[in-house]
């Protein structure tokens, strides 16, 4: 029995560069009839209405947002930069202004001091800064910047504002303390300018923190002359002050116990929370023969 023989089936195998050719050919015949023929011309735009149409819509929609957000972050980063130059511009006018205050404050103490110089242009003086104080809100005790080297001796009297201030307790080569009267071991004879009573003035620093004010006592009013808001002056018996130096006003007046004599409070002529420059006197009560 002779043996059966199989025959195996050939594949029907186009090469790749003959496949592309047919491809190619058939594209071009596709396109030649869709430009020559309108078979789908109506379904190719309703297609275009349903697909194409709908995701332009949504390009230019997202490009006019993206549009937008440009602009104002072109807008956003000029403003910016504007309010830092703005920034910068109120800055330099806060300093200048800062600046311009400053001086105006100098001016109108160089100014009161002028005026109180005239005031007493009697008496020989010389203008110092001060450059310490045992106080940050109340100048009691204080240091200027003249000393021995300018002539400055202790008990000269210190003036600022509109009167006195107080007088110097010690002095160095080059710098001077000085004690106002509002510290609590201060006294000073006064005397009513209006009636020439006599009274002491005392420093007070509790009365003049709370109230603005400090003390006087010892004053003898039988008649009832002296009233609010009289000015009070150094007295010419005083050992350590020069006289007619206005220390304040009378704020107001209480009788003692024995009837005899009356006490009260005095508002300073000088503001004692802001010294700065101040009026030395460089005569001493003993060289002026009073």
Known sequence: MSPVI???????????????LILSGICVCLMIFTFKTSVFEGPLKAAAAYVVVPFQRGIASVGGYLSDRSEELARLEEVLAENEDLKQQIDELTIENNRLQQDRYELNNLRSLYELDQTYADYEKVGAHVIASEADNWFYSFTIDKGENDGIQVDCNVMAGSG???????VGP??????S????????????LATSENMIVSGDLQAMQTDGVICFGELSDKNGR??????VVTSSISDKYLPGILIGYINSINTSANNLTKSGYITPAVDF?????VLVVMELKQQTGD
């Open 174 to 179: 080059n710098y001077a303390k000085v004690q």
């Open 226 to 231: 002296v009233s609010v808001g009289d000015k």
């Open 164 to 170: 006195l201030v107080g007088r110097v307790v010690s």
């Open 6 to 20: 199989k025959k195996k089936r050939r594949k029907f195998t186009i090469s790749s560069k003959y496949l592309l």
């Open 273 to 277: 929370t802001h010294l700065e420059e």
């Open 181 to 192: 009267i509002i510290n609590d071991t201060s006294n000073v004879s006064a005397t009513v």
